[in-house]
C-alpha cells in the first residue's frame, strides 16, 4: 500500500498534508475511519476549498475524501461514543465544577468528541504533542478529562509528576460517577476514560523482562498507548514519529524490541538490516481494522473516483467540523509554542 501513497506520515500528519494540497479533487485515506474524518475537517475548511486550484473540488465545494473499506475502524475510538461523554460531563457537574475541567480528546477519535472539546473550552492531542497539551489545559483549569484512552492519558501525567491517586478511571458503563465515588472525583486532576487500544494493550511488563533476558544489551521502545506497567520498563516511550527517528538515529548494530503496530515493526525491520528489530510480544499484535485497507479496496475505490462516482465517502456535518476545528487549532497552536 505505501508503495503507492502520494503521502505518508502519523494519522495527524497525513491529515494536515493532505490539507496543505492545493490542487486536489480526492483523498484517498488508507487508515481508518476517525483519520479520514479528521483529514475532511481540515481539508474542507472554507479557506482551504477557496485555495483550491482544482476545478472538481471548487464546483463541487469541497474535497471528497474517501476511505476504501468502511469497516476499517479504531476500536480505542469506538470505546468512548459521544452519547456517553455528555452523560459523563453533566454526572461530573454533579459534584465538581466542569468549569475547572479541560477536556481532551486523543486524536484517535470520533469528529463528535473533537467537537464536544471544542465546545467546552478542551483541546485535541496526538501521542507527540500530549505533554504539551496537557500542560496548556493545566494552565487554565484544575482538572483535565482525558478520552479515549487512559493508557495515553496515565503516562503523561505520570511524566509530568502528577501522582497515580490523583486520577481516577471513568469507566462508561457504571451507572454513577464512572464507578467511583465523589471524594475520589474531587481528589482527582486527571479522569481517565476507561479505553484503550486493543494492539497496544497485548503488550506486557513480562515481555520486556523476557526479551532483556534473551537479547542482550536490547534497547525497549515503546508506544505511549501500552500500558505504564509496560513504559515504566522500558528504555525509551514515545509516538510513532519518535520511534522512527530513534531508529533512524541508532548507530549499526543497534539491538531493539519495539512495542508499537506490528506493520510498522516490520517496515522498520526491513528498512534498516544494519540493525536488529525484533518486535516485543511473542504473539501477533496488529490492527486488524487498518489491516482492511488493502490493496483491492484502494483500486476499488480509485476507479469509482476516477469515474466520478466516488464510494464510502467521509462527510463530517457542518457544525460538528466547526467545533472539532476550533479544539484542532487549540492544539496546532499549543504544538508550535512548545518547546521540541
Ligand atoms: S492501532 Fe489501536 S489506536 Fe491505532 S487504529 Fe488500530 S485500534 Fe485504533
Avoid at 112 to 126: D, M, N, Q, W
Avoid at 269 to 283: A, D, G, K, M, N
Avoid at 326 to 335: C, D, G, H, Q
Wanted: aromatic share 6%; net charge negative; hydrophobic share 45%.
Amino acid at each position: 500500500m505505501i508503495a503507492h501513497a502520494d503521502l505518508q506520515g502519523d494519522s495527524y500528519q497525513l491529515s494536515k498534508s493532505a490539507a496543505e494540497r492545493e490542487a486536489c479533487e480526492a483523498i484517498v485515506f488508507c487508515g481508518v475511519h476517525f483519520m479520514a474524518e479528521t483529514a475532511d475537517i481540515l481539508v474542507n475548511r472554507p479557506e482551504k476549498v477557496a485555495a483550491q486550484v482544482s476545478a472538481a473540488a471548487r464546483a463541487a465545494g469541497r474535497v471528497t475524501v474517501v476511505l476504501p473499506d468502511m469497516a476499517a475502524g479504531c476500536s480505542m475510538a469506538d470505546m468512548a461514543a459521544i452519547e456517553q461523554v455528555e452523560d459523563a460531563w453533566a454526572d461530573l457537574g454533579s459534584v465538581i465544577d466542569t468549569s475547572d475541567i479541560t477536556p481532551v480528546t486523543y486524536i484517535n477519535s470520533a469528529a463528535s468528541l473533537k467537537a464536544f472539546c471544542g465546545r467546552h473550552g478542551g483541546i485535541v492531542c496526538t501521542s507527540s504533542n500530549a505533554r504539551a497539551v496537557l500542560d496548556w489545559a493545566f494552565a487554565k483549569t484544575k482538572r483535565v478529562l482525558f478520552f479515549p484512552d487512559q493508557h495515553l492519558g496515565r503516562n503523561t501525567a505520570r511524566k509530568m509528576g502528577i501522582p497515580l491517586d490523583e486520577m481516577c478511571v471513568w469507566s462508561p458503563h457504571e451507572p454513577r460517577l464512572g464507578g467511583n465515588d465523589a471524594r475520589q472525583i474531587e481528589k482527582s486532576r486527571v479522569i481517565l476514560w476507561q479505553g484503550h487500544c486493543s494492539v497496544h494493550a497485548m503488550f506486557r511488563p513480562e515481555h520486556v523482562d523476557a526479551v532483556r533476558a534473551n537479547l542482550p544489551g536490547v534497547k525497549v521502545l515503546v508506544h505511549p498507548e501500552c500500558p505504564m506497567e509496560v513504559v515504566d520498563k522500558a528504555d525509551l516511550a514515545g509516538s510513532t514519529s519518535f520511534i522512527i527517528k530513534q531508529v533512524e538515529a541508532a548507530p549499526p548494530g543497534t539491538t531493539w524490541a519495539i512495542g508499537t503496530e506490528l506493520h510498522l515493526v516490520k517496515r522498520l525491520e526491513q528498512q534498516h538490516p544494519e540493525q536488529t528489530i525484533r518486535f516485543l510480544s511473542p504473539v501477533v499484535c496488529m490492527c486488524a481494522t487498518m489491516y482492511r485497507i488493502d490493496l483491492a479496496h484502494l483500486c476499488w475505490s480509485l476507479e469509482h473516483v476516477e469515474a466520478g462516482n466516488p464510494v464510502n465517502v467521509i462527510r463530517v456535518d457542518d457544525e460538528t467540523a466547526k467545533w472539532a476545528v476550533t479544539a484542532l487549532e487549540r492544539m496546532l497552536a499549543v504544538s508550535e509554542t512548545a518547546p521540541r
